[in-house]
């Protein structure tokens, strides 16, 4: 590289004033960035303060119980020998059973802590501090760094020496980190769950990380009862501290000969670490980031072939041609004049033919024969019905003058 | 940043990437433009084509008409016979399922093309298919297809095995992908393949899947029995053609 990025060292009175302008950033802060060694090692560092803890290993087992067997109308589970107790009879020792063990019960033998190589842990770290360096990632985080002068935060040594918490307070507020704290303040509740009753009442958020290098400093002390800030010191780097829960992007505080301390700490790209026997700083797979460039660059524009076109060979849907005539003109564009010839020949047959016109007077002539043959038909069943009445009522009058008469 | 950007004006300077981008697109956009005239001036030809041989073949059926009807006719007036040729194309419907076959008979249906119910296939007709047809005859039904039945075959139920796939005849591209090398450009150069027998009768049969027909509206008579038997399986020759309407 040509260009090496440069930092401002503030001074620890005045955030507008500069001690000391461009310093180099060190070879750390180049590192690539690189989560998945970072989650990894966190996962398994992170496991490395447990104490052990275990069930009683003869919780559940303190009764000689046993089963009844078969054919008593009870389940075969174990049950609690003798008499004159409600606990008599009960089913023990499973892990189903009220007052049973539970199934596996946890053994202080339980592999508590993990080894990570070294190598991986070292990477983790560049990569962590490196991480402290890119504002968008401290932000993700969810740091409130929006009135930070600078990040990397670089400031003169002078705040090693504060022994007041006033002192390191008021610092905070000059350089716009106690707005970070105040996140703390404000968001610290009252732990969901039984932690609460064991000692973890309150959770609480992360706030900044000050590093120093001296090991005499006092600045522990002053900011010790600063809610949310950590002190630690350069060469005890934790990761743990550098990217809480397995995220990367705390925001941290340097002092200027902490700052400095880095580059033997973990070294640079031309130089091996010299604190850190045999570690070199993981390289980037890419060493030219620009994709646009690469892609655009006449080496590889040379070697790309033309891109592929969507050669469709035959329509989605088959439409039948004999019924659609859009699909039969596609296939055969003769058919147009076919069809065109064949209602030609329709129309020139129906040409000669005249049309039937109805004969009025014939009409007129047979209406007349109807009607009258219809009314002919009515006056002959009139009379019919007319006599069978007259019948009738002779029938029953010489009846009733019979009848009458008797 | 208006300032750049009137800087960038007045220079007229273009970033590298961007300059480049649109060299190449212009020249690919080019390229394509390019690409369709010649293509559309191309099919405009080979529709043109197309055309003037539909309307060859319609001449050439309705010839082929009238010389049978002139034939016949003329052996009337002289009190004699005609026999128009035997039929050189036979269409073979499967009328049986696939259950309990005798092994010869289903491998046969299978180099027929038959491997399903009512399926339908064009079969030349030579001594070597004759046999064939023979060995399977209580299962199929066939007859000489007439030129309406090929068409509606070829055009409603006509598809192609490209690389053993079942693509549907939509366009004559996929005709010329297959059968260009031969000849037959489009559906009605298939149809006139088909229908006469033609030199490429083989390409052209294989370029066709086997019809899938469905059964037969109003059934059949019993397929239990021969056709010549008030039945339904073999030889009922001109008659295929009424089966196959019922069926497509």
């Known amino acids: ?406 | 940043m208006s300032q750049k950007k009137q800087q960038m004006q007045v220079e007229q300077k273009v970033p590298e990437n961007v300059a480049k981008k649109t060299q190449r697109d212009t020249k690919l956009r080019d390229a394509v433009a390019k690409r369709r005239t010649e293509r559309l001036a191309a099919n405009k030809t080979r529709r043109a084509q197309w055309e003037k041989s539909a309307q060859a073949y319609e001449a050439e059926y309705k010839a082929a008409d009238k010389s049978l009807v002139d034939n016949l006719r003329k052996a009337k007036t002289e009190g004699g016979f005609y026999v128009p040729a035997e039929a050189k194309l036979i269409l073979v419907v499967r009328i049986r399922g696939i259950n309990t076959l005798n092994p010869q008979v289903r491998q046969t249906l299978r180099l027929l093309k038959l491997r399903q119910l009512h399926n339908a296939a064009f079969v030349r007709v030579n001594k070597a298919t004759i046999e064939m047809i023979r060995k399977v005859e209580p299962y199929v039904t066939y007859g000489y297809p007439s030129r309406t039945v090929i068409k509606n075959l070829v055009y409603k139920r006509g598809y192609a095995k490209i690389n053993g796939q079942r693509i549907p005849i939509t366009n004559n591209n996929v005709i010329e992908q297959s059968l260009g090398k031969v000849g037959i450009h489009s559906v009605e150069d298939l149809i006139h393949e088909i229908t006469t027998v033609g030199p490429h009768f083989k390409e052209a049969n294989r370029f066709l899947w086997a019809f899938k027909l469905r059964g037969p509206r109003g059934g059949f008579i019993a397929k239990r029995r021969s056709f010549i038997n008030q039945g339904d399986w073999g030889n009922r020759e001109d008659l295929i053609n009424d089966l196959v309407k019922r069926m497509i």
């Not at chain 1, 301390?261 to 973990?266: A, C, E, G, I, N």
């Not at chain 1, 790209?269 to 690469?294: E, H, W």
């Not at chain 1, 004969?359 to 009607?371: G, I, V």
Request: aromatic content about 6%; hydrophobic content about 40%.
């Open chain 1, 1 to 406: 590289m040509t260009s090496v990025p440069l930092v401002s060292v503030f001074s620890a009175d005045d955030s507008t004033k500069v001690t000391a302008k461009h310093i180099p950033l060190p070879a750390v802060f180049q590192t690539p960035i690189r989560p998945d060694i970072v989650s990894f090692v966190h996962t398994n560092i992170a496991k490395n303060r447990r104490q052990a803890h275990a069930v009683n290993p003869q919780a559940g087992m303190q009764h000689s119980a046993e089963s009844w067997g078969t054919g008593r109308a009870v389940a075969r589970i174990p049950r609690v020998s003798g008499s004159g107790t409600h606990r008599s009879g009960q089913a023990a020792f499973g892990n189903q059973c009220r007052k049973g063990r539970m199934s596996l019960p946890i053994k202080v033998w339980r592999r508590w802590h993990r080894r990570v190589n070294i190598k991986q842990k070292r990477h983790a770290a560049a990569t962590a501090v490196a991480a402290t360096g890119i504002v968008p990632l401290v932000l993700a985080r969810g740091h409130r760094i929006s009135q930070v002068p600078q990040i990397p935060l670089v400031v003169e040594d002078k705040i090693e020496s504060y022994e007041k918490t006033t002192d390191a307070l008021n610092f905070l507020k000059r350089f716009g980190a106690f707005e970070d704290v105040q996140k703390v303040v404000s968001t610290k509740v009252v732990r969901a769950g039984i932690s609460k009753q064991r000692g973890k009442k309150y959770r609480v958020r992360k706030g900044p990380l000050v590093v120093y290098f001296n090991e005499n400093a006092k600045l522990l002390k002053a900011f010790r009862n600063v809610p949310g800030v950590e002190v630690v010191n350069v060469t005890r780097l934790n990761l743990l501290q550098l990217a809480p829960g397995g995220q990367l992007g705390r925001f941290v505080i340097w002092t200027q000969s902490a700052f400095a301390h880095l580059d033997k700490l973990f070294g640079t790209y031309r130089y091996a670490s010299v604190l850190k026997d045999g570690y070199q700083l993981l390289r980037p797979l890419l060493t030219n980031p620009d994709l646009a460039r690469i892609i655009n660059s006449n080496q590889v524009q040379e070697k790309v072939q033309p891109a592929k076109t969507t050669k469709v060979l035959h329509e989605v849907q088959k439409k039948n041609p004999l019924k659609n005539t859009k699909a039969m003109d596609r296939l055969n564009p003769y058919a147009k004049k076919q069809r065109a010839a064949a209602t030609a020949a329709i129309k020139a047959n129906t040409k000669g033919t005249k049309k039937i016109k109805k004969n009025k007077a014939l009409k007129k002539a047979s209406r007349a024969a109807f009607n009258k043959v219809s009314a002919a038909l009515n006056d002959a069943t009139k009379a019919a019905v007319q006599e069978e009445q007259d019948i009738k009522v002779k029938y029953f009058s010489v009846q009733k003058g019979a009848a009458q008469a008797e």
